[in-house]
């Protein structure tokens, strides 16, 4: 399986889609198609936590001065499903892998992953 979860008015996400090879991609608009609470159960299966998947520097993260309360990976589940800017992005799954986010790292490793 080879999956995209992004974010169309993200500038960043829109250049990584151009970058990266996803014509054999299921590709997910997140704002138009809320990811379900089955598809945050496979990305948390393969990533091994909820706040791997957490956007921390989202606005609303910094409004709602999440930074200055504990979370638990409860909480990170229950607000990445309320809200479409928790999830940190892009992501990829490719087969068994799971590439999280836009540093050049992680976009180097799908790259090297997808040929």
């Given amino acids: 399986m080879k999956k995209v979860y992004f974010l169309q008015t993200c500038d960043t996400c829109r250049r990584i ?3 990266v090879n996803t014509e ?3 590709r997910q ?5 809320n990811i379900t609470t089955t598809q ?3 990305m948390h299966a393969i990533s091994g936590s909820y706040e791997a998947l957490f956007n921390k520097r989202a606005k ?5 001065d999440l930074k200055n309360q504990i979370l638990s990976e409860t909480d990170y589940r229950q607000f990445l499903l309320n809200e479409y800017t928790f999830l940190k992005r892009p992501v990829f799954i490719v087969e068994k892998e799971i590439f999280i986010g836009n540093s050049k790292k992680v976009i180097d490793n799908l790259k090297e992953k997808i040929g």
């Fill in 17 to 19: 889609l151009k970058e």
């Fill in 60 to 64: 609303l993260y910094k409004s709602m």
């Fill in 29 to 33: 608009e997140i704002k138009k198609n």
């Fill in 40 to 42: 945050l159960e496979e």
């Fill in 24 to 26: 054999d991609f299921e």
